[in-house]
């Protein structure tokens, strides 16, 4: 995808919510837990069962904010290959907005990466 206006503003919307990301999950993860963690056993069976839209359901309800975020960042990687039709687009996108702040950027991608997992064709799919 050659660098247009849209792409430029497609960035700084992925720059920031990746800054929002990192400050909301440092934040939840400095909150002392609210119930001691516990291991809950699920059978394959159990976890075959549930729905995608169960599984959702749960995270957005756990923490709404990070689940709005990371939303965010899959449906901006949605119009990345939206508009370029491809996943080297993305994965010049991955890298450009990653290397935004060099201190974090494998967080970023990773973050970028796992919320991505899936987007594209039966062509060409991006993979986390």
């Known amino acids: ?3 247009t ?3 430029v503003a497609i960035d700084k919307a992925l720059d920031a919510l990746l800054g ?3 400050a909301h999950d440092a934040e939840r993860d ?3 837990s609210e119930t001691p963690l516990r291991a809950n056993f699920v059978s394959f069976d159990d976890l075959a069962s549930i729905s995608p839209r169960q599984a959702d359901l749960g995270e957005m309800l756990a923490d709404p904010i990070g689940y709005a975020l990371r939303e965010s960042v899959m449906r901006l990687g949605r119009e990345v290959f939206r508009l370029s039709g491809g996943t080297d687009a993305m ?3 991955l890298e450009r907005v990653a290397g935004m702040n060099p201190r974090q950027y494998g967080h970023r991608a990773t973050i970028m990466d796992k919320a991505w997992d899936g987007i594209g064709n039966d062509a060409d799919r991006w993979c986390s």
Do not use: C, D, L, N
């Open 30 to 32: 400095a909150q002392p």
């Open 1 to 3: 995808m050659r660098v």
């Open 5 to 7: 206006a849209e792409a």
């Open 20 to 22: 929002a990301i990192i």
């Open 91 to 93: 994965r010049a996108t």
